[in-house]
Each structure stands twice: as C-alpha cells, then as structure tokens.
C-alpha cells in the first residue's frame, strides 16, 4: 500500500486557523483582549513626545485663534516669543504649557477668550506695569 499522501488542503486550513488565532482581527471577533504587557516605562519616549506634540499643536491652534501676532506690538516672529496674558488678574498666567494642552480645544478656547496674546517683550512691560491692558 502507497502511504497517504498528506492532505494539502487541510494542512492548509490548521495553519490557516492558527495563524488567525494569533490575530487581533480574531481576538477581537472573540472579545479577547491580548493582555497590555508594555510598562510605562517601555512606552515613557512614545508618551513624553506624543503630549510635546499635542502641546506644539494646541499652542499653533491658540495663536492662530488669538490672530497670531502680538495684540499691543503686531510682533510674528516666533511663536516661542509670544505668551498668554491672562485678564482676569487672579489667573494672572494661563499657561498652554501645563495643564492646558491635556484639556479640550473646547475648554482651552474658553480659557483662551480671557486672555490676550502678547509677545514676551510687551508680556514683560505688562507685568511691571510700564503698559496696561
Ligand atoms: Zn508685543
């Protein structure tokens, strides 16, 4: 008797279903989350630059809607150079920086409408007293 030949087709479909199970697509169908096994600290580069990112962009999206230059000089030049001052003089800073950038563009907008967008020159005058807002 001529030994059986290995049946290709299913053969195919074991390693069709073992490759699936391996897959999200198959884990999820199933409602099997594959278990996070990253710590913080293998994803510390990831996250640390992911919020610099979020903070440059909500910082560009405060500047283009607060007109993007200086309100008392017109000063355009760099985006680094031009700051919030907060009106309301017990908040005297608003700082995008901190807590600002994790907040809603809803929120940030609402935070941004009490404030003036000033260079870090005229910021400073502001704050000695040598201009008022
Ligand atoms: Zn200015």
């Not at 073992?18 to 293998?42: A, C, E, F, H, I």
């Not at 907040?103 to 967008?117: A, N, Y």
Request: hydrophobic share 30%.
């Amino acid at each position: 008797m001529r030994p059986r030949r290995p049946d290709l087709l299913s053969q195919y479909y074991a390693q069709l279903i073992q490759y699936l199970r391996g897959s999200l697509w198959y884990n999820n169908l199933m409602g099997v989350r594959p278990k996070d096994t990253r710590t913080y600290s293998d994803r510390r580069e990831y996250i640390i630059k992911a919020v610099s990112k979020r903070r440059r962009a909500v910082k560009t999206l405060a500047i283009e809607y607060k007109g993007g230059k200086c309100q008392l000089c017109g000063y355009d030049k760099y985006q680094g150079a031009l700051e919030l001052h907060h009106l309301d003089p017990e908040h005297k800073e608003f700082s995008i920086g901190q807590r600002g950038h994790s907040r809603s563009w809803e929120r940030v907008k609402q935070e941004l409408d009490k404030c003036i967008l000033i260079c870090a020159n005229c910021h400073r005058e502001v704050e000695a007293g040598i201009i008022s807002v």
